[in-house]
């Protein structure tokens, strides 16, 4: 690993004319992580200073086939020489439009942007414009973007930016009846994620029963369903994430994977909202630039024609089960959360991410970039040995916290998520060292109390070498003993360790006593 003297002078120019440094969520999540990337290919990036990582952030979501996949940028290269941006959007808008309407089973008609937070705004714009209502119902915690009304952070934000929300909880249909009859007759829509991934937090799958509740209290009420698909959309499934549960949203907003890392999103719409779609004013001087619909037509077609979403899929769970299976065999609680190719890890009772923290710290280390505080992402380019590579890693960083929570008094107990019954779990070197210590403590004491010619063991072997082997094979299966006690004890086998030491050197001393 290069020694990060690029990164810290980027930084430093940073911090003079850029506020804070950096700002929103590309900030760098933590003190070993670089701030600034020089390129990335594959599954691969590598950061300013020539590091070279696994990339399971895949730019928060965006990179979906990996980075400079070639058909998206061949389709980049050839929009990019007829032209981007030319007073007018290039004949590729309709193409596209064509395309997501095709592949997105709920869509009827597409209207293009920049940003999710373009696309979520939008939607309620366009469900506010449909039905002449004004309130939102929102998932208490979750994220649709940077925008005054949704923002996570209070700075700036006015009571008036936030009048028309109504709070209820992800998957609890009650919560969401009980906002729905908060809103009354200006119920304009409800905005709500495919699965819960709010940030920091173990996700959640939707419970379809949810979905279908939701679906139906729209009906009931002549609001709007908005899927907020920004993050999952063309991850998770070829069309939208609530597809395979059944369920069809009014509206749905886009951005991320839409484009393989081009800056495009999109507001899909069923025909009942055509109308409003209509009559609202939405634009930007962006919005109709042709190279990122190219790479978004080229991103659709290579998702279909590479399988790509089953082998994301294979990859994320494979990424898995290697996971929750170190994390057994380093005897740490964790939750793997989320579907496979977004998922997130926690640690039990790390409130504050320190656990966190640590792993992807060393993890980062090791070669594989991912985040203590957000979920992950698979990528479709990740070859077995990118996996193999995240792996090595991600052991390594469960070692890191393994040592962590031994230098601090009682970690948290071990029981873990899913177990995988079909591997035995790995030795824990750094466990063994305290008896070592004292067992090189022991022998010393009992050397210079000269007691070891005292000890059991009839072998034909000198006088002086058998009492001393002896010991050894005493000592080394009470060791043994000790770690292949059942997981409960893993918090107290140091100190169980520690005892059977003094109770060997008690022993010592009474053989000693009686001579
Ligand atoms: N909705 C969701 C679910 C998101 O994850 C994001 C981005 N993280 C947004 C909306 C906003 O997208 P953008 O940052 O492109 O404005």
Not at 191 to 208: C, I, M, R, T, Y
Not at 265 to 290: C, E, H, I, M
Not at 374 to 382: G, K, R
């Amino acid at each position: 690993m290069s020694d990060g003297t690029a990164d810290r002078q980027l930084r430093e120019r940073a911090r003079a004319v850029i506020p804070g440094g950096m700002y929103g969520h590309l900030a760098a999540p933590g003190a070993a992580y670089p701030q600034f990337m020089r390129s990335g290919r594959g599954a691969r990036v590598w950061d300013a200073d020539g590091n070279e990582y696994v990339d399971l952030m895949c730019s928060y979501g965006p990179v979906v086939l990996g980075h400079q996949h070639p058909a998206v940028e061949a389709a980049v290269r050839i929009q990019s020489e007829a032209g981007d941006c030319m007073n007018a959007p290039g004949p590729v808008m309709v193409d596209l439009a064509e395309l997501l309407t095709q592949t997105v089973r709920h869509a009827d008609w597409a209207i293009l942007a920049k940003n999710g937070t373009d696309a979520t705004t939008m939607c309620c714009t366009i469900a506010r414009a449909q039905t002449g209502r004004s309130k939102i119902l929102v998932a208490t915690g979750a994220y649709h973007g940077a925008a005054p009304w949704c923002t996570p952070r209070p700075a700036g934000v006015t009571a008036a930016d936030h009048a028309n929300l109504v709070h209820y909880t992800f998957n609890d249909v009650a919560s969401v009846q009980q906002a729905a009859a908060k809103a009354g007759d200006d119920l304009a829509g409800i905005l709500v994620s495919p699965f819960k991934h709010d940030a920091g937090f173990d996700q959640e799958l939707v419970d379809p029963a949810f979905a279908r509740g939701l679906r139906t209290l729209c009906d009931e009420k002549g609001a709007a369903l908005i899927l907020d698909d920004v993050r999952a959309g063309f991850r998770l499934h070829l069309g939208s994430s609530w597809e395979p549960v059944g369920v069809d949203p009014d509206l749905s907003a886009w951005s991320k994977a839409i484009a393989n890392g081009r800056a495009l999103a999109a507001v899909l719409g069923n025909d009942a909202f055509r109308d409003g779609a209509k009559k609202v004013f939405v634009t930007g001087s962006f919005w109709f630039s042709a190279v990122p619909m190219a790479a978004a037509i080229a991103t659709i077609t290579a998702l279909k024609d590479e399988k790509a979403i089953e082998a994301m899929h294979r990859t994320g769970t494979a990424l898995r089960d290697g996971i929750v299976d170190q994390a057994r065999s380093w005897d740490l609680a964790v939750n793997y959360t989320g579907p496979p190719v977004m998922p997130y890890l926690t640690f039990a009772g790390d409130r504050d991410h320190e656990l966190a923290g640590v792993f992807a710290a060393q993890a980062l280390r090791g070669g594989a970039y991912l985040h203590p505080r957000h979920n992950w992402f698979v990528s479709a380019a990740m070859t077995g040995d990118d996996l193999a590579l995240a792996l090595e890693a991600t052991d390594q960083a469960f070692a890191a916290v393994r040592k962590h929570l031994g230098q601090l008094a009682g970690g948290p107990p071990c029981p873990v998520q899913q177990p995988n019954p079909t591997r035995p779990p790995r030795s824990r070197p750094a466990a063994i060292i305290p008896y070592i210590i004292y067992f090189l403590i022991t022998l010393a004491y009992a050397i210079k109390r000269r007691t070891l010619d005292s000890l059991p063991g009839a072998f034909s072997l000198g006088r002086r070498a058998r009492p001393v082997i002896g010991f050894v094979l005493v000592y080394t299966v009470v060791v043994m003993l000790v770690l292949s006690l059942p997981a409960p004890f893993h918090g107290s086998d140091k100190v169980l360790g520690y005892g059977l030491a003094l109770a060997a050197l008690w022993y010592f001393g009474l053989v000693d006593g009686g001579h």
